[in-house]
């Protein structure tokens, strides 16, 4: 009977077929997968609900906007980079691109110019070591944002490579110049995102410096325990750049599956509840770095819980816990005070959702 209740909601979970919130939709169902796991086999804890193409591309449609416009204004806002409004928001819309979905290319163009302008106002600083406000974060974030943006290597990448090279040489890792959690902290994060712009921008002159950088990071990277969620998406996010063996990624894997909640979501901490920028960064890694199908039981999970908890404006939303350290701006995006936090967690909803898609050709509009 329980298991009849199930499938009732798996044909009608739709967003108001039960004449209820998205939110309230999700706990049913949540409730409804615990109810349905069958005595005789305590290790079943998940019964997976169907997603269609069309839920999805619609979701990710819904997403577009805001994130476009959060991208754009934010930038006419602040002179500097931000990894929140310009390196998610452009990492989630070029690949939404590539699954057939129009996209803004003149915003996404300016974007990737204000990330390298950014960057070029402090190239004299890289040359140097010394870097620029975010250290590590900002520069690993803004060279990410101009790999999906196809740039070129040229004298300020270089410039931001030396840097990550000699930048905390005497340390086996980079860390994160700040404790902003979830999106800055993670010294996992940090040696992810130097870790892949070295192997992305470096030249065949700095090879030996990456080298001497990436292989006690990767004996790290494969040693240390994760603490919390961004720690274990951002450990199997690395795995690929230091050449681990399958076993290692699959552990990865487990571990990551091990926690999904019964909601399909994953949350920052074990004693939080599920949340877009969690589920959104996890279901990420499981397909980028875990190789997980689109189909996989996890992965549909996961989807569902957020189709189910995207808000009408097409956005996710998700406090904040870190203490502002800049004067408070509006970016463009809603949500007040969370903007910054949810416009990062709504690409990495829209990012998730679109890798789960088969990518298309587009022909650019003229």
């Known amino acids: 009977m329980r298991k009849k209740v199930l499938l009732h909601l798996q044909k009608n979970a739709r967003r108001d077929s039960l004449g209820c919130s998205p939110m309230l939709l999700s706990i049913i169902i949540a409730c409804c997968r615990i109810l349905a796991v069958d005595e005789s086999a305590p290790e079943q804890t998940s019964v997976s609900i169907s997603v269609s193409e069309d839920e999805t591309r619609t979701a990710i449609q819904r997403a577009i906007p805001s994130l476009q416009q959060g991208a754009a204004v934010s930038a006419n806002e602040r002179k500097c980079f931000t990894c929140h409004s310009q390196a998610m928001p452009m990492i989630a819309l070029t690949e939404a691109a590539k699954r057939g979905f129009v996209v803004d290319q003149e915003n996404i163009q300016q974007q990737i110019q204000h ?44 410039a931001v490579i030396h840097y990550l090279v000699e930048y905390q040489h005497d340390r086996n890792r980079w860390l994160s110049s700040s404790q902003r959690l979830p999106s800055m902290g993670s010294p996992f994060t940090a040696t992810y995102v130097a870790l892949r712009a070295m192997s992305y921008f470096g030249t065949d002159e700095q090879k030996s410096g990456i080298t001497a950088r990436r292989d006690p990071a990767a004996k790290w990277v494969l040693e240390t325990e994760p603490i919390d969620t961004e720690d274990h998406v951002f450990q199997l996010r690395t795995l690929p750049y230091i050449d681990a063996s399958d076993d290692v990624r699959t552990k990865a894997v487990d571990a990551l599956l091990a926690k999904q909640r019964a909601d399909g979501g994953w949350s920052q901490t074990d004693d939080m509840t ?61 949500h007040g005070k969370d903007q910054f936090i949810s416009i990062a967690a709504t690409a990495w909803a829209t990012l998730a959702l679109a890798e789960t898609l088969p990518e298309t050709k587009v022909e650019p509009r003229p």
């Open 115 to 158: 990330t390298w302008d950014h960057l070029d106002n402090g190239k004299t600083d890289y040359q140097a070591g010394k870097g620029q406000g975010g250290q590590v974060m900002t520069a690993g974030y803004a060279m990410w944002t101009l790999e999906v943006g196809d740039w070129k290597s040229d004298e300020t990448t270089n």
């Open 274 to 334: 599920s949340d877009a920028y969690s589920s959104g960064s996890v279901l990420t890694a499981l397909q980028e770095a875990g190789n997980l199908p689109g189909d996989h039981s996890a992965i549909v999970d996961g989807c569902r819980y957020l189709i189910d908890s995207q808000l009408e404006d097409g956005t996710w939303r998700v406090g904040t816990h870190a203490k502002p350290i800049q004067t408070y701006y509006e970016s463009g995006f809603p």
